[in-house]
Structure formats: C-alpha cells, structure tokens
C-alpha cells in the first residue's frame, strides 16, 4: 500500500472513530438530559404544615360525627406509617339513622415514590371478600366529578359498601398501574407529588351508592379551600380532572 492509500484509508477510519465517538457522545447526553429532567426539582405538599383532623369538620349537612373507630384499616406496619404523613378515621352520623364512615388518608412523601393502600388490599387482608369492583364518578360540586371506584366487601354477617378516590399530584389514578405511571409523569415534570386517599363507607343490604356520593357532597361543601385542594387538587372547581 503506497503512502497516499494508507493516508485514504486511514483518514476514512478515523472518521469512522470520530462518527462513533459522535453517536455515543450524542446518546451520553440524551441519556444525561433524560435523567436532569427525571429529577423532580420541586415538592408538592397541598396541606403545607396544617393539621388534617383539625380541617375535617365535626358537623356538617346534617352529619355529626359520632366514633373513630369501627374502620377498616390499611394493614399496621412499617409500610403504612411510612406512606402516610397523617390519617383521620371518623363515623358519622345522621337524624335519619345513616351512618357512613369517612378515611383520609395524606401522603406528603418527599421521595418520589409515593404508594396508596388501597381497599383492594386492605379490605381482603381484614378478611373481607370483595364481591362487587365497578368504576365510579363522585360527583362533589358543579364542575367538579372524581373518577372513583365502588366496592362491595362482604364477611360473614357485615357486607360494607364503599367508594373511593386517590390523588397522585394531579392525576386521579384508579388502578395500581396508573398510580405507578401518575408518579412517573409527575416526576418527569419535574415535581414529587403529595397524594390522599379518600374513602366514604356504610353497611348495609341495598345499594348504598347514593348515600356515599351525598356524604361526599355535604363534606366538601362543608370544608375550607385548603382541604379542597388536599382532596381534589389545586383549582379543581373550574378544571376537569385528567383521567388515568
């Protein structure tokens, strides 16, 4: 090989190098930009440094509060006291007789990977057999519907009808799976979301939906601006919520 080949066929390898050095660099960056934006940046924490029992009223359309007890529980351990910076449990109850029992659940973590027990879990795991899962929509205020769930629970002689909402940040996820993706979306935004679960309960034979949708009702007409936003987001009476 004369010199000017080699010359040739050298300068064509190092512009293979140089291309190759050209990609990988080009995929370090990609790589490099996709985990700054990943970095969630700033902490959502709607409840700020107030008190959840003391923004839950203890009287309100009707409603007195009556007990803290009788509730179904997420499951007593490590994971629970670390999900929930703050959990109220109340009974309620009315001139008529209902009675209807109320779980709000707030997490303020600040990790990133916030999870919610929900009653798909803890109810089986209270030895409950759920024997009705359906999609639901509470309707809390003109303007205002929750994507929820309704459940029917039943064991040996109690059978609990229920609904239920959570919030991830501004997602309203009905499943495990939206959950995990509504934390992802929200920190590829750059923000770690607080979350709440809230759960409206009574027994009884029937179909109770109707009572559980207006309890819901009475207490958020009943509730500050604060306790709003922790239950269905920042200036939710004017937007619709996004589906997951």
Not at 80 to 109: C, E, F, N, P
Not at 207 to 233: H, K, N, P, T
Request: net charge positive.
């Amino acid at each position: 090989m004369n010199e000017e080949s080699w010359l040739r066929h050298a300068g064509q390898g190092e512009a293979r190098a140089t291309r190759r050095e050209a990609l990988l660099g080009g995929a370090m960056i990609a790589v490099a930009a996709a985990g700054f934006a990943l970095k969630p940046r700033r902490i959502e924490k709607l409840l700020g440094n107030a008190k959840l029992e003391s923004l839950v009223p203890d009287a309100f359309g009707g409603w007195k509060y009556q007990a803290a007890s009788g509730l179904v529980l997420p499951p007593a351990d490590q994971m629970r006291d670390k999900i929930y910076s703050q959990l109220v449990t109340r009974a309620y109850t009315r001139a008529d007789g209902a009675s209807v029992m109320l779980l709000i659940a707030y997490s303020g973590a600040q990790d990133g990977t916030i999870q919610v027990h929900r009653p798909e879990v803890c109810y089986p795991a209270s030895g409950y057999k759920l024997t009705t899962i359906a999609q639901h929509e509470t309707p809390l205020a003109p303007g205002v519907a929750i994507p929820s769930r309704y459940i029917v629970a039943e064991a040996d002689l109690r059978r609990e009808q229920l609904i239920y909402w959570t919030r991830v940040g501004d997602y309203f996820p009905t499943k495990w799976s939206a959950q995990r993706g509504a934390v992802v979306r929200e920190n590829f935004a750059g923000v770690i979301p607080d979350g709440v679960l809230v759960r409206v309960s009574t027994v009884g034979s029937g179909d109770e939906s109707a009572l559980l949708d207006g309890f819901a009702r009475d207490l958020y007409a009943a509730i500050g601006l604060r306790l709003r936003q922790v239950l269905v987001g920042m200036d939710r009476g004017t937007q619709a919520p996004k589906l997951t």
